[in-house]
């Protein structure tokens, strides 16, 4: 979908010319004679940009600029300017004015200024969109996702919540298993019993039977007080067994019997107890698969596995990620009390590129360090002249050298125009002729938030 523009200008010819320039880049320009017409166009859901004269009669270009800027500050606007309006449009700039463009000027200087500009309303739009996402995917967390693969887990999780049967769920560490158990639990009728989690993977043998059957005084060494085990505690309500894979042989047959006849004998006694309980277990390995099986128990299997759910991982569901981000920064700047940052083209770059091993865990993680401040320093930009005489002569060297170095010292210092001109040790004028010059935007090295 191409880039509405707004193209604004009283000169007839310049006008249509100026139109036709973008429309061939691939914009979508809408011209218009007269600065009041744009405000019908323009509001905060207005997804472009919008390029305006400031000479004109009735409303100049800054006056349209002051009336955008109160609609939504983060529309970027764009001035063209004759030469004695310069010093007025170094002015708009330090006001927000995206950037100002100098007539006469090259078409290519344009579309670059408005590919730029339109790149960064995307970037706004798309936070803005992700936030409002992630706000209204609270009662998902952290099933979070547009994805088709979310949507059937979602839709199957509710099908099944409200029912007795026992559910085997699969994913891999920090996919979100036991919010999956924790949702089962919540959305049924059990929600009023309680929702008690076990580990297997995280007791030793000799312990887990106790945990799990309960036993009584002096049913072993230690055993001083009667303990109600894990299984009876959850009757009533649903018992979560993390890291299947790992429960003891010998315990596996107990279970094995506990699922069968839903009743349990604690240690120490021959009593048996009835028990109303619904098993939610999940395994890090393929328990359908007899390599990853290993020695679980193939019958214990198969009696857990009445409905089996995959979490798929990040790595499967990219389209989610940046949500995903979003929810987890919205949520840890509550925490630390600070603002969310935004989703920056280096951000997005690593959500796109990164593996997540970690899945959801490590992505929650992920945001916080975003929202202190703890990332790591995107690398920076260079540029690179070709070898021998393709190099250009020294001054069209020494140019590119000097519109790195402005690029760096931006970035650095995150777009801040003082600590930018304190570390150049160059004059305000020097610095903002220089920017025009190398056709750098001074706004694209600062990062805003979202009201």
Not at 45 to 67: K, N, Y
Not at 301 to 326: A, Q, W
Not at 347 to 357: R, S
Not at 429 to 435: A, E, G, I, P, Q
């Amino acid at each position: 979908m191409s880039t509405p523009v707004l193209l604004i200008d009283d000169d007839g010819q310049l006008l249509h010319a100026t139109a036709q320039t973008l429309e061939l880049a691939g914009f979508d320009v809408t011209p218009l004679g007269r600065a009041t017409d744009a405000l019908g166009s323009v509001d905060s859901g207005f997804a472009g940009v919008v390029v305006s004269d400031i000479r004109m009669p009735g409303m100049d270009g800054l006056q349209l600029f002051e009336r955008i800027r109160a609609i939504d500050a983060e529309i970027p606007v764009v001035l063209v300017t004759g030469h004695g309006d310069i010093p007025t449009a170094v002015k708009a700039i330090q006001d927000g004015v995206y950037d100002f463009i100098a007539k006469p000027f090259p078409a290519e200087r344009l579309i670059q200024c408005v590919h730029r500009a339109a790149e960064k309303r995307n970037l706004v739009m798309e936070n803005r969109r992700l936030k409002h996402a992630a706000r209204q995917a609270e009662d998902d967390f952290p099933l979070i996702g547009q994805t088709m693969a979310m949507d059937r887990l979602r839709q199957t999780l509710r099908q099944i919540a409200d029912t007795d049967v026992d559910v085997l769920v699969t994913g891999e560490t920090g996919s979100g298993k036991e919010v999956v158990a924790r949702l089962l639990h919540g959305w049924s009728r059990r929600s009023k019993g309680n929702f008690v989690a076990l580990n297997c993977g995280a007791l030793p043998e000799q312990v887990i039977e106790s945990e799990l059957f309960g036993h009584e005084p002096g049913a072993f060494t230690g055993a001083q007080k009667k303990r109600v085990g894990r299984i009876e505690h959850s009757s009533g309500g649903t018992l979560f067994l993390d890291e299947l894979e790992s429960m003891p042989l010998s315990t596996q047959i107990q279970m094995l019997r506990v699922l069968e006849m839903r009743e349990v004998t604690p240690l120490g006694t021959n009593e048996v107890r009835p028990v109303d309980i619904r098993i939610v277990a999940a395994a890090k390995v393929d328990l359908a698969d007899p390599e990853q099986r290993k020695t679980f128990r193939e019958d214990l299997y198969y009696r857990l596995n009445v409905v089996s759910l995959t979490i798929p991982p990040l790595r499967e569901r990219r389209e989610d990620i940046p949500l995903l981000f979003s929810y987890f920064a919205e949520r840890a700047a509550r925490r630390f009390q600070r603002e969310a940052p935004p989703l920056s083209a280096a951000i997005l770059k690593h959500l796109a590129e990164h593996d997540w091993p970690g899945n959801v865990r490590e992505l929650s993680h992920f945001a916080e360090r975003a929202v202190l401040g703890m990332m790591p320093p995107a690398a920076p930009q260079t540029t690179t002249a070709p070898a021998g005489g393709d190099g250009g002569t020294l001054p069209e060297r020494l140019e590119r050298v000097e519109a790195q170095i402005i690029r760096d010292t931006l970035s650095a210092q995150g777009g801040d125009v003082q600590e930018t001109i304190a570390a150049l040790g160059i004059p305000r004028k020097t610095f903002y002729d220089k920017l025009q010059r190398h056709g750098i935007v001074r706004r694209d090295f600062t990062q805003k938030t979202d009201g």
